[in-house]
């Protein structure tokens, strides 16, 4: 059984590109949630998605960040005209049934904008 | 023992000692607590989850305690092991939509 898969692992990207990261959660998970991290510090909640749906996103930018989880395939976290202040290290976990039950995290894609 | 550095508090054991990690946690309607372990370079890893309707829980070789009159969310880790060197994160769930992690405390073991 597969845990939570994210890739890439490593992402660089030059300032003004976009960036896309994905996730796929773990098999019979249908909760979606996107945390950032930035060194020596903890996760930062960004945004909670349902397939198709957008539950809760209180903790994204409201500018260039965006985020699906659609019916089929992963969910992606896309980021237009990155910045240096964007590098961190991008985390997604996934559910069963929402964050009041055990929650899995992937391994993260580094995020570094040159 | 413990001290607070730049970054992470650090907290530094010897191998075979117990090691115990503390967090405050500041919401009185939190319900559910989990403690995540993160190496370096990896995610955070699932250790054990305590629900408010509990003050203790145990796993192998962990136990969390929750005091919510003080709220005090602590891990107990028995007999500490090098391979258990890593930055530990309580985190709680309040709003029912996400988890609100604290700042991590860096476990060192000696050997």
């Known amino acids: 059984n597969a845990g939570v898969m994210q890739n890439p692992r490593h992402l660089v990207r030059r300032r003004g590109q976009e960036a896309r990261l994905r996730c796929s959660p773990m098999k019979g998970h249908s909760h979606v949630y996107w945390y950032r991290q930035l060194p020596e510090e903890g996760l930062k909640f960004m945004v909670y998605?349902?397939?198709?749906?957008?539950?809760?996103e209180s903790g994204m930018p409201k500018e260039r960040f965006s985020a699906e989880f659609p019916k089929e395939g992963p969910s992606i976290l896309r980021i237009q005209q990155v910045v240096r202040g964007d590098s961190a290290a991008y985390f997604c976990?996934?559910?069963?049934?929402?964050?009041?039950?055990?929650?899995?995290f992937g391994q993260g894609t580094r995020l570094t904008v040159v | 023992g413990e001290s607070v550095g730049l970054h992470l508090p650090t907290l530094s054991v010897q191998e075979g000692d117990n090691s115990i990690i503390n967090c405050a946690y500041s919401n009185s309607a939190s319900d559910y607590f989990i403690w995540y372990k993160q190496e370096s370079g990896k995610g955070p890893q699932f250790i054990i989850d305590i629900r408010s309707n509990m003050d203790k829980r145990q796993g192998q070789r962990v136990t969390v305690l929750l005091n919510k009159t003080v709220k005090h969310l602590s891990l107990q880790i028995a007999a500490t092991q090098p391979g258990d060197s890593a930055v530990y994160f309580c985190a709680e769930n309040s709003a029912g939509n996400m988890l609100t992690f604290g700042g991590g405390t860096r476990l060192m073991v000696k050997p």
């Open positions: 976990a996934s559910s069963r049934t929402g964050m009041n039950t055990e929650a899995f």
């Open positions: 998605l349902q397939k198709e749906n957008i539950i809760d």
